[in-house]
């Protein structure tokens, strides 16, 4: 649970379903205290699990955070093989804890290219976390949104050439359903820590509404303040979707990315 209160003026009514994290900063924040890269690495574990009891506090649905993305791997080799290491380690430390506060691990991105520990780690938690029917922890490893909606093609392609699909069925649902975030509405709002004011070939189907918030806050140094914060900007916000509806007539009208959160089972 978390350490710092929600504050009053934060409408529990009007938290966003989904949020998603570009957590950037690490390196710098080594840099500036003189440490390691992996060192920043390491003490952004713990604003991961600060926004996650954020998360679970105000009742936010699915918390997306960007991981290691496939463009990562151009990063020096000792420092790729540390952050593998560490996720392989996270994981493993974290899962019967995801068990015990019924969150679901899900996570996203092209597992081929991980290392086999890594894949075995996350498959097993997983596996742990199946029945679980609290908020979903969505990790985007070896992630790309490029690569995802390549992957999307491919499978269109492939049921094409099948038989299995006409091509004149091919629209934004079908694309959606072959998408790594297949099941999960879209994020409502993408945040972005250490000032950069760019995406980084991050969920671009998903965040199409989706409201940006960025702090100049070093992912390390984020806190459970810093994430009420970024939700009150959010609602702050006039929620528009080209035809100027807010997002409670969307949901009304059953518009896209207003699916529920789905069970285990989905």
Same mark, same amino acid.
């Given at each position: 649970m978390p350490t710092t209160p929600v504050p009053a003026d934060l409408d529990l009514a009007r938290v966003p379903r989904h949020v998603a994290v570009i957590m950037d900063g690490n390196g710098r924040w080594a840099k500036e205290r003189g440490l390691p890269r992996i060192a920043g690495h390491r003490a952004g574990v713990e604003a991961v699990r600060r926004t996650l009891a954020a998360c679970e506090a105000l009742g936010v649905g699915v918390i997306t955070l960007f991981s290691f993305s496939t463009e990562n791997w151009k990063r020096p080799e000792d420092e790729v093989r540390a952050l593998m290491g560490l996720l392989t380690e996270l994981v493993g430390a974290e899962t019967e804890g995801l068990v015990a506060r019924g969150i679901r691990l899900r996570v996203i991105g092209r597992r081929a290219g991980l290392p086999e520990d890594v894949r075995a780690a996350v498959s097993l938690a997983e596996e742990r976390t199946s029945g679980c029917t609290g908020p979903v922890l969505c990790l985007a490893l070896n992630y790309g949104a490029r690569a995802e909606i390549v992957d999307a093609a491919r499978s269109i392609a492939d049921d094409v050439r099948a038989g299995t699909l006409d091509p004149? %069925?091919?629209?934004? %649902?079908?694309?959606?359903?072959?998408?790594? &975030?297949? %099941? +999960?509405?879209d994020p409502d709002l993408l945040i972005r820590t250490s000032g950069e004011l760019r995406v980084s070939n991050f969920l671009l189907w998903q965040i199409s509404y989706a409201? +940006?918030?960025? &702090?100049?806050?070093?992912?390390p140094d984020f806190s459970e303040n810093d994430f009420y914060a970024a939700v009150q900007d959010y609602q702050s916000r006039d929620r528009r979707f080209g035809d100027h509806a807010d997002r409670a007539d969307r949901a009304d009208r059953g518009g896209p990315g207003t699916e529920p959160v789905p069970s285990p089972a989905c």
């Open positions: 004149a %069925g091919v629209d934004e %649902g079908a694309i959606e359903r072959r998408l790594y &975030t297949a %099941g +999960l509405p409201e +940006l918030h960025v &702090t100049p806050v070093r992912w």
